[in-house]
């Protein structure tokens, strides 16, 4: 009789332990987790061309699973999709990035954010912080960087440029006082948020025109109405008030 049994039905080998008896070998276990392993993202901003720039940057090491270009479509897809990260702007149509992440962490509270903006003032980054990004990173960020960044971020770790880490160890230390800041700015536009910042570091009107892709005249009625709702003079208390807040 032929005593050969089938490769699945054969019996496990053994190996003597160390009293010399035989024991089975350990049956193979999942392949361990490679921490090199592709990261998958998805990528909120609404400027079409800063995603491709950011998709090209990440795209070797990350699997860049969609983009979004506001809040809506960004809820969406970050929950058909739960990526690893999102790559998340703070200043967005439909509410901005804090909604984004109040809405997204209601029906999965373990999603990891990344925000990647522009906008290096206080307000911002303590506010997405607030809202439960696991960190923030400006725009100035080298592609190698922002690779290392989503990494850190999707295995639980906390980042920031070394220049926002001080907004947030200001803030648990009561060197800003954070409610006052948001109290003041809730009466600003997203747009005169911007226009404000920029004529508080000292930009001309005509300087500021150019930055916003905006007109000197609308450069001026921005400014009228943020000095109206801030109860301000002039831009001479302007970049006073945003000075002592932080915000330049």
Known sequence: ???????????????PNALGQPTPSAAPGPAPVDPQRPRSVVIVDDH?????????????????????????????????TQPDVVLL???????????????????????KFLALSVSDAAEDV??????GSRGYVTKSISGPELIDAIRRVAEGDAVFS????????????????????????????PREREV???????????????????SIKTVETHVSSVLRKLQLSNRHQ????????RLV
């Open 48 to 80: 079409a061309m800063f995603r491709s720039g950011v998709r090209h940057e990440i795209g070797i090491r990350c699997r860049v699973l969609g983009e979004a270009e506001d809040v809506d479509s960004a809820v969406k897809l970050i929950l058909q």
């Open 126 to 131: 303590i506010g997405v912080i607030r809202g």
């Open 196 to 214: 404000m910042r920029l004529i508080a570091r000292g930009y001309a009107y005509k300087e500021v025109a150019k930055e916003l892709f905006i």
């Open 162 to 189: 070394p220049r926002l880490a001080g907004f947030v160890l200001d803030a648990f230390s009561g060197a800003i006082d954070i409610a006052s800041v948001d109290e003041d700015l809730d009466r600003l536009s």
């Open 89 to 111: 702007d703070v200043h967005l149509p439909g509410g901005g990035g804090t909604e984004v992440l109040r809405r997204v962490h209601e029906k999965n509270p373990e999603q």
């Open 238 to 245: 302007l970049t006073r008030w945003a000075t002592d807040r």
């Open 1 to 15: 009789m032929n005593n050969d049994l089938p490769h699945s039905s054969r019996p496990e080998s053994t190996q």
